[in-house]
């Protein structure tokens, strides 16, 4: 069993659907859960970061966890063609190791 | 949000020749910074860890020897890609991590790598 799980997808929505991405994870001992997005032939970039269960929410994204299921979400509310790419979900376990634990990615499409 | 730079982005080289490859932190100081490999349509595969001023963690099967890392201070990292073969023809990506407690990691634009 892998240790983060991530449908890869491809997920296509029409713009302005609201859209759910979801990641489980095995390990209890993971402490720290962010959300990175990709665009094709880039670096990948910071969305969402938190470190305890419940809802973050920054402008169109929220960001979820539940600690007990050991599941993430990503929500994203308004979606617009700028928003396809793919979304990654890290885990990182408390301590100093550093190593963020990737799911494969979803592939997102936003259509016009 | 915290910036990484790369440098360069694109390199193209021939077979047995070396190529270095830069990562900055522009704005933070990074005591560890990440190198990773990613292939079309896949996800990041962790290379190594490299910590300021001691040698870098290889992940198990990457070639230290092979891949040099070197972390002379808190805001630069190198990679050099020594010998280099058509097939380690990728997309190199580092990321620096901010010092807890957040430990927010934060990625530079990553460097395309062809071997001829």
């Known amino acids: 069993q892998k240790e983060v799980e991530q449908d890869p997808g491809p997920l296509s929505v029409p713009e302005g659907a609201i859209v759910s991405l979801n990641c489980t994870y095995s390990n209890s001992a993971f402490q720290y859960f962010m959300w990175y997005r990709q665009y094709s032939r880039k670096g990948p970039e910071l969305l969402m970061y938190t470190y305890s269960s419940g809802n973050k929410e920054d402008g169109r994204f929220t960001a979820q966890v539940d600690k007990s299921s050991k599941y993430i979400s990503l929500f994203i509310r308004d979606s617009q063609p700028s928003d396809s790419a793919t979304y990654l979900c890290?885990?990182?376990?408390?301590?100093?190791?550093?190593?963020?634990?990737f799911g494969q990615g979803t592939t997102l499409q936003v259509k016009p | 949000g915290a910036v990484v730079s790369q440098h360069p982005s694109w390199v193209i080289c021939k077979s047995g020749t070396s190529v270095k490859i830069e990562c900055r932190s522009l704005?933070?100081?990074?005591?560890?910074m990440f190198w990773y490999r990613q292939f079309p349509k896949q996800s990041l595969m962790l290379m190594a860890t490299?910590?300021?001023?001691?040698?870098?963690?290889?992940e198990q099967g990457v070639e230290k020897d092979k891949f040099l890392i070197n972390h002379a201070s808190l805001t630069l990292s190198t990679l050099t890609v020594t010998s280099a073969h058509p097939e380690d023809s990728s997309f190199y990506i580092c990321?620096?991590?901010?010092?807890?407690?957040?430990?927010?990691?934060?990625f530079g634009p990553g460097t395309r790598l062809t071997v001829t």
């Open positions: 890290a885990i990182r376990s408390s301590g100093n190791t550093g190593k963020l634990i």
């Open positions: 704005d933070f100081q990074a005591t560890t």
């Open positions: 990321s620096a991590e901010l010092a807890g407690p957040t430990y927010e990691q934060y």
């Open positions: 490299s910590n300021e001023g001691s040698k870098a963690t290889y």
